[in-house]
Nanobody, 126 residues
Framework: VQLQASGGGLVQAGGSLRLSCATS????????MGWFRQAPGKEREFVAA????????KYANSVQGRFTISRDNAKNTVYLQMNNLKPEDTALYYC????????????????????WGQGTLVTVSS
């Protein structure tokens, strides 16, 4: 199983980035997908999640209205569009996969996810 996150970089406050996470080795449309982030000296925190079919999404309060999670099951890829970035968004961003079960809610706890990518660094300058 491989999750390959990409798209990070250096951006000024107010700018935008789009992260991608290409997945292989799993049946992608059976997995809910999530994005987490970890800033230096802080614990990993939930950012956003999307259901296996894409119908449901969940966001952390800190990114609601600025970030959008989406997925393309034909490309086995999940995306995170990040707009109006702030310096406090600076972190290593990870994608993760959670095996979906009927009526199973989207998870915000990192421990609930089965597979993880290697992370992509987002740096927002003020």
């Amino acid at each position: 199983v491989q999750l390959q996150a990409s798209g990070g970089g250096l951006v000024q406050a107010g700018g935008s980035l789009r992260l991608s996470c290409a997945t292989s080795g799993v049946t992608f449309n059976l997995y809910n997908m999530g994005w987490f982030r970890q800033a230096p000296g802080k614990e990993r925190e939930f950012v956003a999640a999307i259901s296996n079919g894409g119908a449901s999404t969940k966001y952390a309060n800190s990114v609601q209205g600025r970030f959008t999670i989406s997925r393309d099951n034909a490309k086995n890829t999940v995306y995170l569009q990040m707009n109006n970035l702030k310096p406090e968004d600076t972190a290593l961003y990870y994608c993760a996969a959670d095996r979906a079960v009927f009526d199973y809610p989207l998870q915000v706890l990192a421990a609930k996810y089965d597979y993880w990518g290697q992370g992509t660094l987002v740096t927002v300058s003020s």
